[in-house]
């Protein structure tokens, strides 16, 4: 979760409904308080599949930089919203105000980036947000990324933020599910290693050699 887009989501833990919505006109409840509040199984499923340092991007309020950080992990946060950064810092973690394209600390050398929350979305192109992750990574590197559900399929598009009667700005998105990562994943140069469901949501653990 980053960008100006989701600015509606960054300010305030209780906005009230937060809709993504689709160029198809589909809307899916943005789960704000979930993002702002304490780390869920979900997190704690995803830390564990963390041994080293880990690069948590689009970071949003940080909920994942400081489970990691608590569970004694070097962790770095990364959004280009300065409110999210300051809410990450907050948490006691790491992060830096930067697009994930920018130049980062340590490019080449983290074990693990992580895409939570939709973030497999981010700019609207996955192979070419995979393939960044993998020029991030080391060798043997993973990327752990949230995806939607099985039979929900791939899409990309242009899309908004709607908070009440407020419409945010149009920004590009895109969406993956169980099915669908493994054709951008072999594009990027990465291997899936792992699909696994917690609860009712899906991850999957993709390794570059």
Do not use: K, Y
Request: glycine content about 14%; some cysteine; charged content about 20%.
């Amino acid at each position: 979760m980053t960008g100006a887009g989701f600015g509606a989501a960054l300010r305030d833990r209780r906005p009230g409904p937060c809709w993504l919505v689709r160029p198809d006109g589909h809307r899916h409840r943005l789960p704000v308080e979930r993002w702002h509040g304490p780390a869920e199984a979900a997190v704690a499923a995803v830390v564990a599949r963390c041994a080293g340092p880990t690069l948590d991007l689009g970071c949003g309020p940080g909920r994942f930089a400081g489970a990691l950080t608590r569970a004694g992990v070097t962790a770095l946060g990364v959004d280009i919203s300065a409110r999210a950064v300051a809410l990450t810092r907050a948490r006691g973690a790491v992060a830096i105000r930067a697009d994930l394209h920018d130049p980062l600390p340590a490019a080449g050398r983290w074990a693990h980036a992580v895409l939570l929350d939709g973030n497999i979305g981010i700019g609207g192109d996955p192979i070419a947000l995979l393939r960044r992750c993998r020029a991030l990574l080391r060798a043997g590197g993973t990327v752990l990324v949230e995806l939607d559900p099985p039979g929900a399929g791939a899409w990309q598009g242009v899309v908004h933020v709607r908070s009440g009667p407020r419409r945010g700005p149009d920004f590009r998105w895109a969406g993956l599910d169980t099915r669908s990562v493994h054709r951008p994943a072999a594009a990027a140069g990465l291997d899936v290693r792992d699909v696994f469901p917690v609860g009712h949501r899906w991850f999957a653990e993709l390794a570059r050699d």
